[in-house]
């Protein structure tokens, strides 16, 4: 295992081939011929993998994805608008603040974090509240793992006239999302997740129609998702400086994902990945934190055993050593920690990932993994 450069078992940055590392190797010109023909190629794949060529464009933004969520929520949302987010976790949230921070209007529609957000409440919402017009909702809610259930929160948006946005930050890439089944104004997601490659770039597939009206509504000039598409429009080219290794590296990344087979080979691989980690923590005595209906294959979420001797700074730190990176919770509703099921990573990873964790837990004396809630549960004193 090399441990000076560690498997990122994290909801990203992610473990990336070593092929999408010597992509950047090499220097662009943005405005060169070749560095233009090759940011075009890669914005027409994106839509294609949403299969939204006929209806939607795609838009890039620098920054991480959050800057993109950011770009769209303020772009596609007029001054008069009225956003309602649907929130399950950490990224829900983060929307909720984006559009007050721009002075919009906005309402959230809140559920438990270990519960998918729930359609039939949002149709009494929009029932309920006229003045709603775009409704914004995270597919896989990375804070937990918890996958959405877009299609049925799109059938509902659909039949009241609204908009729709989508945070398919940790999906895009490896669980389909069909424009062609399931009406969407925007889908965003970022180069750094299920799609293998670096840092660095997020981006938005929004509908033709709808961005030609947005002129305007952008209180902020760099994250103005109308006057970035415009740019392109005009000169093929960026408006200001792009992230030249980034989409190089994107590219090269984007020639991998259609090599393993596309949305669906990915996922099968992120699947196997999920199924191996959860069976071999649940051998080890670890406890997931959702019933597995409702689990997504990008991240788990575990609970803290209630064993005193198994502390998350130093678990976190010796799998570090180990060359293993794990991530902290980000719950309210308990202690837990995470490990990511995505990247360039397979089962040969994920076991020996596994065998790392049950060297660790020996190695800190920890005996019984059972979270605090399972041995109250179980009555004994
Ligand atoms: C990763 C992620 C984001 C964006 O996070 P950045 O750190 O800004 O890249 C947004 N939403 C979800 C669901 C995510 O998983």
Redesign the pocket.
Known sequence: MDVASPILLT??PLTTSQTVKQAMLRDWGSRDATFVAMNREILGKLTSLVHATETHVCVPIQ???????EAALTTLLPSAGHLLVLVN?A?GT?MVKIAGLAGRTVSALESREDEPVDPAELDQRLNDDPTITLVAV??????SGILNPINDVARVVRAHGRALII?????FGAIDIDAREIEFTAV?A?S??CLEGV?GM?FVIVRRDVLENCAGNAHSLTLDLFDQWQGFAKNSQWRFTPPTHVIAALHQALEEHAREGGVDARGARYALNHRILVDGMEALGFHCLLAREVQAP??VTFHVPADPRFQFDDFYDRLRRKGFLIYPGKLTVADSFRIGCIGHIGPEQINEALTAVGLVIDEMGVIDCTPLFEVENSGVD
């Open positions: 909801p990203g920054g991480s994805g959050t800057f993109a969520i976790g990224y983060r995270v597919h896989c809610e990375t804070t945070d398919a930050m940790s999906t965003v970022s750094n997740k840092p997020g990008i991240i």
